[in-house]
């Protein structure tokens, strides 16, 4: 089984700003890993995922996140916030092992202060 | 391309009744996923569906039920609702195979009252 921790339920940092949104996992199988965005009323959209290869990963609007496996975290980064950015941000798992069954953070409220 | 679509968006219900939320995946999306969202407990996974079949289920009473069609598209039903039933309720689909991320609806606002 897989679990998942987003260690700050809520982020807040002046715009320009850089801003580190931490998630740990756990599995007992390989993962893929994903971070999701969801902006108020609005379902959630990919930001980024880790599959295998490369253990920095980049996504949209100019989030980055890292992928440890020692340390079974994978870290979202942004290096310079804007306003626009203020959202929930979900870190999620995928165990590799077929059934495709993704599991989700409890989210992190990022928010943007000008 | 069209999004995945999910209707009503907003529904008001009295305790004790029945509802049944749709789900219309992405064109050539084989699984839907359903979630359960509210603010004290995040996203929490109902089940997912596979060709008509639910391939896995997340730890929700029996009043939670779903099925999927041959076209795909997916309803859940919760019966004799309850007040602890309000939430945002979201679908997801995906292209099944490893790796492969879930597109989201904008899901059904569910209030119980």
């Known amino acids: 089984a897989q679990s998942v921790t987003q260690l700050d339920s809520q982020v807040p940092v002046f715009e320009e700003a850089p801003v580190e949104l931490r998630c740990n996992y756990s599995?007992?199988?390989?993962?893929?890993l994903f971070w999701y965005v969801q902006y108020p009323n609005q379902g959630l959209q990919l930001l980024l995922k880790?599959?295998?290869?490369?253990?920095l990963v980049k996504g949209i609007n100019g989030f980055e996140a890292e992928f440890n496996k020692s340390q079974t975290s994978f870290h979202l980064r942004k290096p310079s916030v804007h306003i626009s950015d203020t959202a929930e941000y979900f870190c999620a798992v995928m165990g590799n092992t077929g059934g495709f069954k993704t599991i989700f953070g409890a989210g992190t409220r990022l928010f943007v202060k000008a | 391309k069209a999004g995945v679509t999910q209707t009503p968006r907003y529904l008001i219900k009295t305790r004790g009744q029945q509802v049944t939320l749709s789900c219309s995946p992405i064109s050539g999306h084989r699984s839907v996923s359903w979630y359960q969202q509210t603010p004290g407990q995040g996203l929490q996974f109902l089940f997912e569906?596979?060709?008509?079949?639910?391939?896995n289920k997340g730890n929700f009473p029996g009043r939670f039920s779903g099925r999927q069609f041959s076209n795909s598209r997916s309803e859940m039903n919760v019966s004799t609702l309850e007040l602890g039933d309000s939430a945002l309720y979201l679908c997801?689909?995906?292209?099944?195979?490893?790796?492969?991320?879930?597109?989201f609806g904008q899901g059904t606002r569910l209030t119980v009252v």
């Open positions: 997801a689909s995906s292209f099944p195979g490893d790796g492969t991320e879930a597109f």
């Open positions: 880790y599959l295998s290869g490369s253990t």
């Open positions: 569906y596979f060709s008509e079949t639910q391939r």
């Open positions: 599995s007992s199988v390989s993962v893929y």
